[in-house]
């Protein structure tokens, strides 16, 4: 982990784009898993100026004909998605930056934007909970 961390500091340094999945996997869809805040253990303390972008990316409750789930392996989820006939429809939902530095710490950072994409998958399926 320190090494994508690192590897992740590097980045914003020579400011470049940076993209984290802080769930570590994939869910169906309709559903969030808890965020692992060492990933954002690069913004302790914040560099100045950068912001976290929370995204969505909504699959109009069609996640699981994607989603990496179970004991399926890298290669097998890859071949399943690439050979699909269809679309597959996805919706990336840009949700309001925030100031990490208004953070106490990684933790707060995680579950800030946590809250933020929970919101947003909630509004996307009708309103129903999620947890």
């Known amino acids: 982990m320190q090494r994508q961390v690192e590897q992740v500091r590097t980045a914003l340094a020579e400011h470049q784009p940076v993209t984290i999945f802080p769930e570590g996997t994939t869910t169906d869809g309709t559903s969030l898993l808890p965020f ?11 560099p100045r100026g950068i912001r976290v972008q929370p995204i ?3 699959f109009y409750g069609r996640g699981w004909e994607t989603a990496w789930l179970g004991e399926e392996t890298a290669p ?8 699909r006939r269809r679309i597959i429809p996805v919706r990336l ?3 309001e930056p925030f100031d990490p ?3 106490n710490d990684r933790k707060e950072i995680a579950a800030t934007a946590r809250e933020a994409i929970r919101h947003a998958l909630s509004a996307s399926l009708g309103g129903a909970p999620v947890l």
Request: aromatic share 10%.
């Open 36 to 46: 692992k805040p060492s990933l954002f253990a690069v913004l302790a303390p914040p």
């Open 93 to 95: 939902l840009f949700l």
């Open 101 to 103: 530095a208004h953070c």
């Open 76 to 83: 097998h989820n890859a071949w399943r998605v690439l050979c």
């Open 56 to 58: 969505l990316l909504d």
